[in-house]
């Protein structure tokens, strides 16, 4: 069965360190997104991405975050400068369409630990 | 905005229980309603799905049902295993929007 994978499962860096979460959505699906969930809160959504280009972002996905894919595979999450509070798990998820009634897949997550 | 509300765990029963997770949600529009589940140590899977006003999801047992009246999408199943401990997230996506909004998690222990 076709699934998205992430990596690390886990990474430490330093506060003020770049980081970069990599993803392999499913290869036949159009729209990529980002999550993520700080510990004891909710999923929230942070940015999709469709055609190369974002859709539609939160207001919690600012100038410090960036997505990329960079090749026909891999879609890509960076934070420019970590901070204490982006520790979190991120979660990649994919999807064949848009809308409502689309279901997304998502990923393992990955956990960003900031110290 | 849109927001989802769900009981907060953790729910303990044990095996063969009846089990109900409380989901109501605020959204303009017609979203669609989702369950998640989230095993120990991987990541978010579908459980099941309603895409419209009296619409049943069901799956591995479990049920939803989307009630437009009382917003509500409330998760049932007549016979808990062991084997269905998990976090279980209620979701939902409006119409014009591409990313889903999520409730915090319902914590679900079930004890032999």
């Known amino acids: 069965e076709p699934e998205v994978t992430q990596t690390p499962s886990h990474q430490v860096t330093q506060m003020g360190q770049e980081v970069i979460l990599r993803c392999v959505p499913i290869?036949?699906?159009?729209?990529f997104y980002w999550y993520r969930q700080i510990l004891g809160q909710k999923v929230e959504f942070l940015v999709s991405f469709y055609n190369n280009e974002i859709s539609e972002k939160s207001e919690i996905f600012d100038d410090q975050f960036s997505v990329e894919r960079p090749d026909g595979s891999n879609f890509t999450l960076k934070i420019r400068s970590t901070k204490l509070e982006d520790s979190a798990m991120y979660f990649c998820?994919?999807?064949?369409?848009?809308?409502?009634?689309?279901?997304?897949?998502f990923g393992q997550g990955t956990r960003l630990t900031v110290v | 905005g849109d927001s989802v509300t769900q009981m907060e765990g953790p729910v303990t029963l044990s095996e063969e229980a009846f089990l109900t997770i409380n989901c109501t949600y605020t959204?303009?529009?017609?979203?669609?309603l989702f369950w998640y589940v989230q095993y120990p140590g991987e990541g978010l899977q579908l459980l099941l799905k309603?895409?419209?006003?009296?619409d049943k999801g069901s799956n591995k047992g479990f049920e939803a049902t989307y009630r437009k009246e009382t917003t509500s999408f409330h998760l049932e199943k007549g016979s808990v295993q062991v084997s269905d401990s998990a976090v279980y997230f209620c979701?939902?996506?409006?119409?014009?929007?591409?990313?889903?909004?999520f409730g915090k998690g319902t914590h679900l222990i079930i004890q032999p």
């Open positions: 979701a939902l996506r409006g119409g014009g929007a591409d990313g889903l909004t």
């Open positions: 959204a303009t529009g017609y979203p669609s």
């Open positions: 290869s036949n699906h159009l729209y």
């Open positions: 309603a895409t419209k006003a009296d």
């Open positions: 998820a994919s999807s064949a369409g848009r809308g409502a009634r689309t279901e997304a897949f």
